[in-house]
Structures are given as structure tokens and as C-alpha cells.
């Protein structure tokens, strides 16, 4: 089971609003990550967490506010959002090995649109 | 700075053929790579990857090649079949340390029936 989910599927929000967006996995994995992708852009990493702990943070505006509670969930607090952060929200996890992450497995994204 | 790079944007091949997709990349560094496929409206699916000790990988239609020297993999997916059509992204990254993944651009695959 190389499953990731990830809810909402499609949000709206005004720039006033503050939403969440989650995602869980239950492969074992102790690495979490969030991705932004653009329309006909390639993803790109936004936050890493490992062993439920930050990693890196990519210099992401503080508006995004990533949460491990546990090792299976990772969330992405949104406020204050401006309508350039409109995109797909990737959620991936992937396994620990010798020498570092494995690969990465994806969830099918939330589609976020901030009006 | 676009450190992964894939320069065709679209490829269309015919149902049963052969589809090589080609990806480039600058930094040295990078000794682990992978190839993603991407549904609209969907999150990437990993396909087959490979690490810089190898050459070549294999997983059923699908073969990754890596030449170091040149800084060039490429995908061939053999026969092709519709089902392929999709958005393909080469990514590269390093083993060491968490995988700090970067994508290329990716390219448009369209298998005609």
C-alpha cells in the first residue's frame, strides 16, 4: 500500500480566512513533505519533516504554517493567504533509509483557490 | 537556476512504440534519480528510479538509463500504450540526508491510438 490521502480535494478561501489542509499516510513513513505546484510548473518543496520534526523550511512565507501531530499526519495551516498562492498542495511521505529518505510517494493534492 | 531540465515540453508517439523522454542536469551532486508520472488534477506517481552506481534500471516497460559524464537520463517506456499519455517529471536528488527532491519541468506525453 504506497497510499497518501489528502483532504480537502478543492478548497476556496478569501484572503481573511484561516483553513487547513491534511494529509495522512499509513505506510510507516517518517518523512513528510509539503509541495506547491503551479499550473505547467514542477512542484516545489515547500516544508520537510522527519521523525515529526522540521527539517527545512524552503523560506516559506509565514502565512503557510506546517503541524506534525504524529507520525502519520502532517497539516498546513493557511492564513492571510494572497490570491498568487493559489495552486495544487502536494502532500508526500517516504520511508528512512541508511542513507537518508527513500522515495517519495504522493497524495493527489488539494486544489486551492484564494479568491 | 534550473538545475533539472527537460527541453521537450511534449512528445507524441504512436500505440506500440517506442517513447524516449530525456532529462538533463547541472548539479554534481545529485546521485539518485526518479521519474514521475502526473494525471491532471492528480499528485505525481513514481515510476522507477535510479541511483548513480548504475547505468541502467529496469522495471517491466519501463528502463531508465544515466550517463554521468554527460549529466543526461532518459526514460524509454516500450510499447507505449495509451494509458501512458501523461505529464512525465525527471527528479533528482541526493541519498545522504533527507531527499531534498528537485523536478524538471516535465514533459507531455501523448500516445496515439
Known amino acids: 500500500d504506497t497510499e497518501v490521502t489528502q483532504t480537502p480535494k478543492h478548497l476556496v478561501m478569501g484572503m481573511t480566512n484561516k483553513k487547513s489542509l491534511k494529509c495522512e499516510q499509513h505506510?510507516?513513513?517518517?518523512?513528510m513533505y509539503w509541495y506547491k505546484q503551479k499550473a505547467k510548473k514542477p512542484p516545489e518543496l515547500m516544508f520537510v519533516?522527519?521523525?515529526?520534526?522540521?527539517?527545512i523550511n524552503e523560506s516559506v512565507p509565514s502565512r503557510f504554517s506546517p503541524e506534525c501531530p504524529n507520525s502519520s499526519l502532517l497539516n498546513l495551516h493557511l492564513h492571510a493567504l494572497q490570491p498568487e498562492d493559489s495552486a495544487l498542495y502536494l502532500c508526500?511521505?517516504?520511508?528512512?533509509?541508511?542513507?537518508?529518505?527513500?522515495?517519495?510517494?504522493f497524495g493527489p493534492g488539494t486544489r486551492l483557490t484564494v479568491l | 537556476d534550473q538545475q533539472v531540465k527537460q527541453n521537450s515540453p511534449s512528445l507524441s508517439v504512436q500505440e506500440g512504440r517506442i517513447s524516449i523522454l530525456n532529462c538533463d542536469y547541472t548539479n554534481s551532486m545529485f546521485d539518485y534519480f526518479l521519474w514521475y508520472k502526473k494525471y491532471p488534477a492528480e499528485g505525481p506517481t513514481f515510476l522507477i528510479s535510479i541511483s548513480s552506481i548504475k547505468d541502467k534500471n529496469e522495471d517491466g516497460r519501463f528502463t531508465v538509463f544515466l550517463n554521468k559524464s554527460a549529466k543526461h537520463l532518459s526514460l524509454h517506456i516500450v510499447p507505449s500504450q495509451p494509458g501512458d499519455s501523461a505529464v512525465y517529471f525527471c527528479?533528482?536528488?541526493?541519498?545522504?540526508?533527507?531527499?531534498?527532491?528537485?523536478f524538471g519541468t516535465g514533459t507531455k506525453l501523448q500516445v496515439i491510438p
Open positions: 519533516y522527519s521523525y515529526e520534526k522540521l527539517s
Open positions: 527528479a533528482a536528488g541526493t541519498l545522504g540526508g533527507y531527499q531534498k527532491v528537485t
Open positions: 505506510m510507516g513513513h517518517r518523512a
Open positions: 508526500a511521505s517516504s520511508g528512512m533509509i541508511a542513507g537518508g529518505a527513500d522515495t517519495q510517494y
